[in-house]
């Protein structure tokens, strides 16, 4: 199905003559022109891999276009990939990178990829035509026929950059559990990791050159509204953190299924772990850093990184580290976070103070701004793009002062988003009214308990990545859109299945899928896509939120 797994047929109006509810949603689906029954699959020509491999691309002999890198749609270049299938020929349309052709008749199957990522989708759809069974690990019956609806599928995505955010700083998540996120995103033709990986309460990520960052900062002496069921308080020591092979195997299986990973560092705020493991980094002329310890609770923190060139050297060896682990090919963007970084102990701080009179830059925003500034630049000289969370565009730099590279995450809504767009600047739409999945997502008591207000599944199938009104111009700046999965009140995996999925779905339809808009999209058609959905992620073993809420 779908596009995006919620699978099925709906919108582009294909459905197999079989009546699979599966083919769907596919931007230019056709009919087929002999309308046959169910093809058993692998009695053709057919050049599709094993269903059951999600992690094994169709090969790219397959493609009749170009080959494209891994990860093609967000190469280096400003807007990148925007480009889709090409309109100039309307008869046989060019398949953009991310584009797949794939066609059953009575001879067989036929997946044409544009590049090796728009072979690796159409397998998804292959997949999900298949019925749920194929999305089974366990070895199946080898007499069992496996039959796909006839019919051609034309299908690419409406954006380049369809992403999930995973927060592994509030709570650590296993590499083995990242892993499977990567395979459930692939299945949902996401094509994104934005890895947050540093925070008040952890940091993640081995660096060799400041080793009581994961020493000291991976580990916190208690978990906070972990569990559902616990007290407030969880007083288990929590933690954990990844090491660069863990890194490197992340990235690799990542790009096996054509997924960018985007590593965040989040700066200056959001930095008490790092102050934990190096005090020198906080404002040591405001408080006693050396008594900080990784926060155990959740909020905006005041702790903040002082301005002061120590701290840029600092940090200039984190991300040189941080490029090494997370090459260009795998991601030209770099995320610093930027975000609630309160500026009371620079108010107070007279280092501080010297510093913007030093630099002449007016007030604590405008230090921010030069701190966002310092590590624009550092990152275009290194041929890599910045991306932060829109309070990047404080203090002055929403005119002119980011590089042109530089991008947005727009989080408190669409408005900065809609400026840094408005402004020439590349934008992930992720505001936090839509796709913020530790929100609940329903009114009852019985939710397990969650950040901030009600999102419904509906909700979500409901959210327009482009504003309404954005000029043509500034709407090709918005590369694309992402779910973000904050993990305060999720402790395991069984919390974070449960708040992404099956919202994640819908969300995958909307990130992939060019649906109406939102009043106009076919709420009927995607129930019944999510009813045959719920079945393949009855089979991949995620423990989503029932329908009918939640397990008592
Ligand atoms: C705001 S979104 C934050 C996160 C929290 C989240 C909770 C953003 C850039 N900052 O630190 O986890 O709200 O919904």
């Known amino acids: 199905a779908p596009a ?137 019956d080898r007499a069992r026929r496996w039959a796909v609806p006839a019919g051609t599928v034309t299908d690419g995505p409406r954006f380049p950059w369809r992403g999930l955010m995973l927060d592994v700083a509030r709570h650590f998540m296993p590499k083995d559990d990242v892993l499977r996120q990567l395979d459930l995103m692939a299945a949902h033709k ?37 569990h559902r069921a616990s007290p407030l308080w969880d007083e288990t020591p929590h ?101 609630e970084c309160p500026k009371d102990q620079w108010k107070a701080s007279p280092t501080a103070q010297a510093r913007i009179e030093e630099l002449g830059v007016g007030d604590e925003d405008g230090l921010q701004a030069w701190f966002v500034r310092h590590f624009d630049r550092w990152l275009a000289a290194r041929g890599r793009r910045l991306i932060g969370w829109d309070e990047i565009l404080e203090g002055g730099l929403a005119e002119g002062g980011l590089t042109d590279g530089a991008a947005v995450s727009s989080w408190r809504g669409y408005a900065g988003g809609i400026t840094a767009a408005e402004a020439g600047h590349d934008v992930v739409m992720c505001p936090e009214q839509q796709v913020y999945l530790d929100h609940r997502q329903a009114p009852g008591e019985d939710e397990p308990m969650p950040i901030g207000y009600v999102r419904t599944l509906d909700d979500v199938y409901r959210f327009e990545p482009v504003p309404p009104g954005l000029a043509p111009d500034a709407a090709a700046h918005v590369l694309g859109t992402q ?15 449960y708040q992404t999925y099956p919202r994640l779905a819908a969300f995958a339809e909307v990130a992939w899928s060019r649906l109406p808009a939102p009043e106009e999209r076919d709420q009927a058609g995607f129930e019944r896509r999510m009813t045959a959905h719920y079945a393949r992620l009855d089979a991949l073993g995620v423990a989503y939120r029932p329908p009918a809420g939640p397990h008592p």
């Not at 059951?52 to 749609?73: E, K, L, N, R």
């Not at 590049?115 to 999305?135: E, H, S």
């Not at 493991?277 to 850093?289: F, K, M």
Request: net charge negative; with cysteine.
């Open 4 to 140: 995006t797994g919620a699978g099925g047929t709906a919108e582009g109006g294909h459905a197999g003559p079989a009546g699979s509810a599966d083919l769907g949603s596919a931007a230019h689906a056709e009919p087929a022109s002999e309308s046959a029954g169910p093809v058993p699959v692998g009695l053709g020509p057919g050049r599709c891999a094993d269903p059951g491999s999600p992690g094994d691309p169709a090969q790219p002999a397959s493609a009749s276009g170009p080959a494209a890198p891994a990860t093609a749609a967000l190469g280096p270049g400003r807007g990148a990939g925007l480009a889709g299938p090409t309109p100039s020929a309307p008869a046989t349309p060019a398949l953009g990178p991310e584009a797949y052709r794939l066609t059953v008749d009575r001879n067989g199957v036929e997946l044409v990829g544009g590049g090796p990522a728009g072979a690796f989708w159409g397998l998804q759809t292959l997949r999900q035509m298949l019925g749920a069974a194929a999305f089974r690990k366990a070895p199946l």
């Open 483 to 497: 779910a973000n999965v904050w993990t305060e009140v999720m402790a395991d995996r069984a919390r974070v299945d």
């Open 190 to 226: 996401l094509n994104v990791l934005h890895l947050h990986l540093t925070d008040d309460q952890g940091w993640r990520i081995e660096i060799k050159r400041h080793p009581r960052l994961t020493e000291v900062g991976g580990w916190r002496a208690r978990s906070k509204w972990g």
């Open 239 to 339: 933690g954990g953190y990844y090491t660069q092979d863990d890194i490197r195997e992340i990235v690799g299986y990542a790009a096996d299924r054509h997924i960018s990973v985007v590593p965040e560092i989040d700066v200056p705020g959001h930095s008490q772990a790092a102050i934990a493991a190096y005090p020198e980094l906080g404002n040591t002329d405001v408080i006693d850093t050396t008594a900080l310890s990784v926060w155990d609770t959740w909020g905006v923190n005041p702790n903040v990184l002082a301005p002061t060139d120590t701290v840029l050297r600092f940090y200039e060896g984190v991300f040189e580290e941080v490029l090494d682990l997370f090459p260009a090919e795998v991601s030209p963007f770099v995320h610093i976070g930027g975000d």
